[in-house]
């Protein structure tokens, strides 16, 4: 084993510089060392020379390089801030540098299908829990790492790369991740809380992407507040009844990783969730939306995957089967609203 | 895996006695004992932070319970003296809250004198008794008088009670990791954690150990045992630490928890019985007691603090599990399960192994009629459920070698984080129960009597479990054919688990389907006066006890395999 008692600090470790990984490498480094891991190399090159990203100016401490191998070595603690769709791919890629002593804390709000070698999921129809990852899920089933966490919570890249106040939430099984993640990431802008509730938090940020899609599609018909107040508390609802058969528990939904972040992206612009729902509603397709991105709107997948969990329990989640219908199928989102209109809530709040 | 049976003797691989680390503790019985009674001070102390109030109150509780379970639960191997200690500690206590004149640190002084009596008692009662003597005539007895019963069973004949056809190992098979666990052995110390299904088990396994060539297993046993005089007596021949588990008080459990520990990290080899007590319901443990588990955790991590970083300060958890055609204790076993679970009110048997007459019947029957029992001993892990190779390195899911310490590192140094280690305790809790499920082998009484049950349960589909099981036999009756044909079912599920690596089947399940069948019969819970399950004159499948046949069932609960009905 390489020699571990070097007593120099050791650099905090960042994969992925998308706008969020960026934003958490600015807030890094205001501490710490930063190694960044970018995958083209033309983006490590701009980060090393120019100390720029995407032409945004970045802390100039930042280091970038290609080489999972040199990352791990010089970091024990390593942020992952990838989306979902290539998660699994990277943490692969970084699984033969990683070590038990390694703390891993990631930032993605998405899921990961696991299902039998060569299944699809039009073939399987319904899946059940052990069919769906969460990322630190992903990250203990690929790695031998185990002191895992999460960031989630109401953390818009573009007001936090401005330095504007916000807050987020560790959440690991371990204290010491969380105390790890408060030392680096805590500033006079920048509140961390708390939670040994892994998976709710990790559901939080998860869920709460179907209701900014639906929430983007009202606004994009044109509705008022009124509409969007009942939007978010039924998807609050959903949420709550959803990530409890996931094994969250309903604490975390109504914390700032499920209620906070569902306010701030339900009423955000900035949204990439908000705006696939908002562009559905002035009449373009999911196809047109997707080829116009430029990072991935982590909703759809969800979506599709939640889609075939209710199916698979005996829930019904009325939010999350016609937004499916509305994005795969060709309900018009006026008839979704309308059946969701009549359909029979009766008790307002009844989990609490 | 492979499918042989392993039948032959193994070398010892110490021969000396005096090379054992059980052998050697017993040595240094007085010393240890009063090591163990200092650091559970400690981790005492530790745990009531500086404050005297809370030890104070740790002290009053622990009393109010003792004197409690001395007047309403008192067995036949309490000591005399406990009353007067108990009523020492008590006037002790009472005086030292009446006195105005001491200052705190005083006090606390006082208190801590009182801790320190307590803890050096429970380490005493704790601490086996380990002869070396003892333990050669108990092997002697265990194998020679096994053997001897079992020949005169099986070979015909006037001189049969001399022949020396058929051994133990012909009646209690042992498969998988053996070779891996003696080399380990010698290497590091071993954690052997069984499964637990009858109070036969503790000496199973104690003959098991034997067998294999390794020195004694020192574990802990229900205090509740050594009321029992041939057990007392096996039991401290075989090791055996006392475990009472009437005594809940915080100052008990980490005076055990220290035993446990400092035990390890002496090197000797330990055995966990992780499911507290025997399983209830027949299945495999699912939920483990974490308690004594913490301990390899705290131990290994001790050694990494001091520095001990090759394989001989290493701690090595092998799951074993123990198969059964037959639990003479099934009957109520299951009552007190469905009691515990159940709204209704089962009345409950008396317990079967209750006197040392009752036992010595069964083991007659046992070996004089022919149900087999098999031993799968699993894959070495480290504290972490890392699978370890024939070396003791731990390897990840991708073979890579690993350090262990490595878990154990904060900022490149070893640590101490309680709440780490509790969370490392979960899991690996979990990784014992899946290895549990994985060597887990399949008999053919399991099979006959899982798809019987789930066969009655969907033909009345609309009844819960304890409506069910108060169906009146007579009315159950399973058609032969369509029995086979469900059976055939599940035995095909069980072969493709297998080819998963999922689960072990047993070599008399490779035969044709009636012959299986036949054998399963035969086998299934077979000296229960009232049998799980029998063929009757019309060649169709009754039952005689709906409990029982849920007992056997419940074995092969845990593989999904319900889904096929």
Same mark, same amino acid.
């Given at each position: 084993m390489a020699s571990k008692n070097s007593s120099k600090e050791k650099s905090i470790g960042v994969v992925g510089m998308g706008s969020f990984g960026t934003s958490i490498a600015n807030i890094l480094a205001e501490k710490s060392k930063v190694i960044a891991y970018a995958r083209r190399p033309e983006v490590v090159d701009e980060i090393n020379t120019l100390h720029k990203v995407e032409g945004l100016p970045i802390n100039e401490k930042i280091i970038a390089t290609h080489d999972p191998e040199y990352l791990c070595k010089s970091c024990d603690t390593i942020f992952f801030m990838i989306p979902s769709a290539g998660f699994q791919e990277v943490v692969r890629l970084f699984s033969p540098y990683l070590y038990p002593y390694h703390i891993v804390i990631h930032g993605t709000k998405g899921l990961c299908l696991n299902l039998p070698q060569g299944k699809t999921l039009e073939e399987v129809g319904t899946i059940s829990r052990s069919n769906i990852l969460t990322m630190s899920e992903v990250i203990l089933k690929e790695t031998v790492v185990i002191r895992v966490g999460c960031l989630a919570g109401p953390n818009l890249a573009k007001e936090m790369y401005e330095g504007q106040p916000a807050a987020t939430v560790v959440a690991s099984k371990f204290n010491e991740v969380i105390l790890e993640g408060q030392r680096l990431l805590r500033t006079d802008k920048f509140q961390v809380y708390g939670n040994s509730d892994i998976i709710g938090v990790e559901l939080s940020g998860v869920l709460k992407n179907i209701i900014a899609i639906?929430? &983007?599609?009202?606004?994009?018909?044109?509705?008022?507040?009124?509409?969007? &107040?009942?939007?978010v508390s039924r998807g609050m609802v959903e949420l709550v009844y959803l990530g409890n058969a996931m094994g969250g528990s309903v604490k975390s939904f109504i914390g700032l990783?499920?209620?906070?972040?569902?306010?701030?992206?339900?009423?955000?612009?900035?949204?990439?969730?908000f705006t696939v729902g908002y562009r559905l509603a002035k009449g373009e397709s999911l196809e047109e939306i997707m080829n116009t991105m430029e990072e991935v709107a982590e909703g759809i997948n969800t979506v599709r995957l939640m889609k075939a969990f209710v199916e698979g329990t005996n829930m019904r989640a009325p939010i999350t089967e016609n937004l499916y219908k509305v994005l795969f199928g060709d309900l018009k989102i006026e008839e979704a609203l309308q059946y969701l209109m009549k359909y029979p809530f009766s008790v307002d709040v009844d989990f609490l | 895996m492979e499918n042989t049976y392993v039948k032959h003797q193994y070398e010892h691989i110490l021969?000396?006695?005096?090379?054992?680390?059980?052998?050697?503790?017993?040595?240094?019985?007085?010393?240890?004992?009063?090591?163990?009674?200092?650091?559970?001070?400690?981790?005492?102390?530790?745990?009531?932070?500086?404050?005297?109030?809370?030890l104070k109150e740790e002290l009053e509780t622990t009393l109010y319970r003792e004197k409690l379970r001395i007047k309403q639960n008192p067995w036949a191997?309490?000591?005399?003296?406990?009353?007067?200690?108990?009523?020492?500690?008590?006037?002790?206590?009472?005086?030292?809250?009446?006195e105005a004149s001491l200052t705190k640190t005083q006090k606390k002084k006082h208190y801590i004198a009182i801790l320190d009596e307590i803890t050096m008692r429970y380490s005493e009662e704790i601490a086996s008794n380990f002869v070396h003597t003892h333990y050669k005539i108990t092997r002697r007895i265990v194998t020679f008088g096994f053997s001897r019963l079992l020949?005169?069973?099986?070979?015909?004949?006037?001189?049969?009670?001399?022949?020396? =056809?058929?051994?133990? =190992?012909?009646?209690? =098979?042992?498969?998988?990791?053996?070779?891996?666990?003696?080399?380990?052995?010698?290497?590091?110390?071993?954690?052997?954690?069984?499964?637990?299904?009858?109070?036969?088990?503790?000496?199973?396994?104690?003959?098991?150990?034997?067998?294999?060539?390794?020195?004694?297993f020192i574990y802990g046993a229900g205090l509740n045992l050594f009321n029992i005089s041939i057990f007392a007596y096996f039991m401290n021949a075989l090791g055996a630490y006392k475990v009472d588990r009437r005594k809940k008080n915080l100052i008990y459990l980490e005076t055990l928890k220290t035993y446990s520990s400092e035990s390890l990290q002496f090197g000797v080899h330990s055995l966990f019985f992780p499911g507290g007590t025997r399983s209830r319901s027949g299945a495999i443990e699912k939920k483990l007691k974490l308690g004594l588990l913490s301990t390899t955790i705290e131990a290994q991590r001790a050694n990494f603090q001091k520095g001990v970083t090759d394989s001989q300060g290493k701690i090595f958890i092998v799951p074993v599990t123990i198969n059964y055609h037959f639990v003479l204790e099934a009957p109520s076993l299951i009552q007190e399960y469905l009691t515990m679970t159940g709204q209704e009110r089962y009345y409950k048997e008396s317990d079967e192994f209750s006197t040392s007459y009752k036992i010595f019947k069964f083991l007659v029957k046992f070996f004089t009629k022919g149900s087999d029992i098999s031993v799968s001993i699993g894959r070495a892990m480290d504290v972490l459920g890392n699978y370890v190779d024939a070396e003791g390195n731990s390897m990840d899911k991708n073979g890579r070698q690993i350090n262990t310490m490595d878990y154990f590192l904060s900022a490149g140094k070893v640590n101490i984080d309680a709440q780490r280690e509790e969370e490392y305790t979960n899991f690996l809790g979990r990784r014992i129960v899946e290895e549990f499920h994985r060597i887990n082998r399949v008999f053919s009484?399991?099979?006959?009597?899982?798809?019987?049950?789930?066969?009655?349960?969907?033909?009345?589909?609309?009844?819960?479990?304890?409506?069910?099981?108060?169906?009146?036999?007579?009315?159950?009756?399973?058609?032969?054919?369509?029995?086979?044909?469900?059976?055939?079912?599940?035995?095909?599920?069980?072969y493709e688990l297998e080819a998963?690596?999922?689960?072990?089947?047993?070599?008399?399940?490779?035969?044709?389907?009636?012959?299986?069948?036949?054998?399963?019969?035969?086998?299934?819970?077979?000296?229960?006066?009232?049998?799980?399950?029998?063929?009757?004159?019309?060649?169709?499948?009754?039952?005689?006890?709906?409990?029982?046949?849920?007992?056997?069932?419940?074995?092969?609960?845990?593989?999904?395999?319900?889904?096929l009905f």
């Amino acid at each position: 084993m390489a020699s571990k008692n070097s007593s120099k600090e050791k650099s905090i470790g960042v994969v992925g510089m998308g706008s969020f990984g960026t934003s958490i490498a600015n807030i890094l480094a205001e501490k710490s060392k930063v190694i960044a891991y970018a995958r083209r190399p033309e983006v490590v090159d701009e980060i090393n020379t120019l100390h720029k990203v995407e032409g945004l100016p970045i802390n100039e401490k930042i280091i970038a390089t290609h080489d999972p191998e040199y990352l791990c070595k010089s970091c024990d603690t390593i942020f992952f801030m990838i989306p979902s769709a290539g998660f699994q791919e990277v943490v692969r890629l970084f699984s033969p540098y990683l070590y038990p002593y390694h703390i891993v804390i990631h930032g993605t709000k998405g899921l990961c299908l696991n299902l039998p070698q060569g299944k699809t999921l039009e073939e399987v129809g319904t899946i059940s829990r052990s069919n769906i990852l969460t990322m630190s899920e992903v990250i203990l089933k690929e790695t031998v790492v185990i002191r895992v966490g999460c960031l989630a919570g109401p953390n818009l890249a573009k007001e936090m790369y401005e330095g504007q106040p916000a807050a987020t939430v560790v959440a690991s099984k371990f204290n010491e991740v969380i105390l790890e993640g408060q030392r680096l990431l805590r500033t006079d802008k920048f509140q961390v809380y708390g939670n040994s509730d892994i998976i709710g938090v990790e559901l939080s940020g998860v869920l709460k992407n179907i209701i900014a899609i639906a929430a &983007g599609a009202l606004a994009g018909l044109g509705l008022g507040e009124n509409a969007k &107040g009942l939007l978010v508390s039924r998807g609050m609802v959903e949420l709550v009844y959803l990530g409890n058969a996931m094994g969250g528990s309903v604490k975390s939904f109504i914390g700032l990783a499920g209620i906070g972040d569902l306010v701030a992206t339900c009423n955000s612009t900035l949204s990439r969730n908000f705006t696939v729902g908002y562009r559905l509603a002035k009449g373009e397709s999911l196809e047109e939306i997707m080829n116009t991105m430029e990072e991935v709107a982590e909703g759809i997948n969800t979506v599709r995957l939640m889609k075939a969990f209710v199916e698979g329990t005996n829930m019904r989640a009325p939010i999350t089967e016609n937004l499916y219908k509305v994005l795969f199928g060709d309900l018009k989102i006026e008839e979704a609203l309308q059946y969701l209109m009549k359909y029979p809530f009766s008790v307002d709040v009844d989990f609490l | 895996m492979e499918n042989t049976y392993v039948k032959h003797q193994y070398e010892h691989i110490l021969p000396k006695k005096d090379e054992w680390p059980v052998v050697k503790l017993s040595k240094n019985r007085k010393e240890f004992v009063k090591k163990v009674a200092e650091s559970a001070k400690k981790s005492v102390l530790d745990l009531t932070g500086e404050s005297v109030d809370l030890l104070k109150e740790e002290l009053e509780t622990t009393l109010y319970r003792e004197k409690l379970r001395i007047k309403q639960n008192p067995w036949a191997v309490d000591p005399d003296d406990e009353k007067d200690f108990w009523n020492k500690v008590k006037s002790k206590l009472v005086q030292l809250s009446a006195e105005a004149s001491l200052t705190k640190t005083q006090k606390k002084k006082h208190y801590i004198a009182i801790l320190d009596e307590i803890t050096m008692r429970y380490s005493e009662e704790i601490a086996s008794n380990f002869v070396h003597t003892h333990y050669k005539i108990t092997r002697r007895i265990v194998t020679f008088g096994f053997s001897r019963l079992l020949n005169a069973a099986r070979v015909k004949g006037f001189k049969s009670i001399f022949s020396n =056809q058929y051994t133990l =190992q012909d009646k209690i =098979q042992i498969t998988g990791e053996t070779d891996q666990i003696r080399e380990l052995a010698a290497k590091g110390t071993i954690v052997m954690v069984p499964t637990h299904f009858s109070n036969l088990d503790s000496i199973l396994i104690g003959w098991v150990i034997s067998v294999l060539g390794l020195p004694p297993f020192i574990y802990g046993a229900g205090l509740n045992l050594f009321n029992i005089s041939i057990f007392a007596y096996f039991m401290n021949a075989l090791g055996a630490y006392k475990v009472d588990r009437r005594k809940k008080n915080l100052i008990y459990l980490e005076t055990l928890k220290t035993y446990s520990s400092e035990s390890l990290q002496f090197g000797v080899h330990s055995l966990f019985f992780p499911g507290g007590t025997r399983s209830r319901s027949g299945a495999i443990e699912k939920k483990l007691k974490l308690g004594l588990l913490s301990t390899t955790i705290e131990a290994q991590r001790a050694n990494f603090q001091k520095g001990v970083t090759d394989s001989q300060g290493k701690i090595f958890i092998v799951p074993v599990t123990i198969n059964y055609h037959f639990v003479l204790e099934a009957p109520s076993l299951i009552q007190e399960y469905l009691t515990m679970t159940g709204q209704e009110r089962y009345y409950k048997e008396s317990d079967e192994f209750s006197t040392s007459y009752k036992i010595f019947k069964f083991l007659v029957k046992f070996f004089t009629k022919g149900s087999d029992i098999s031993v799968s001993i699993g894959r070495a892990m480290d504290v972490l459920g890392n699978y370890v190779d024939a070396e003791g390195n731990s390897m990840d899911k991708n073979g890579r070698q690993i350090n262990t310490m490595d878990y154990f590192l904060s900022a490149g140094k070893v640590n101490i984080d309680a709440q780490r280690e509790e969370e490392y305790t979960n899991f690996l809790g979990r990784r014992i129960v899946e290895e549990f499920h994985r060597i887990n082998r399949v008999f053919s009484s399991h099979l006959v009597a899982f798809t019987a049950f789930e066969m009655i349960k969907k033909e009345n589909k609309k009844m819960d479990l304890y409506s069910l099981l108060r169906l009146p036999e007579d009315d159950i009756f399973l058609v032969y054919v369509e029995f086979k044909e469900e059976c055939e079912r599940v035995l095909k599920r069980i072969y493709e688990l297998e080819a998963e690596g999922k689960l072990q089947v047993a070599p008399h399940l490779k035969q044709g389907i009636d012959a299986i069948i036949d054998h399963g019969l035969a086998n299934v819970g077979m000296y229960h006066a009232k049998r799980p399950l029998v063929k009757n004159d019309l060649g169709n499948i009754e039952t005689q006890d709906m409990t029982l046949l849920y007992y056997y069932h419940n074995r092969l609960e845990g593989y999904g395999l319900e889904k096929l009905f």
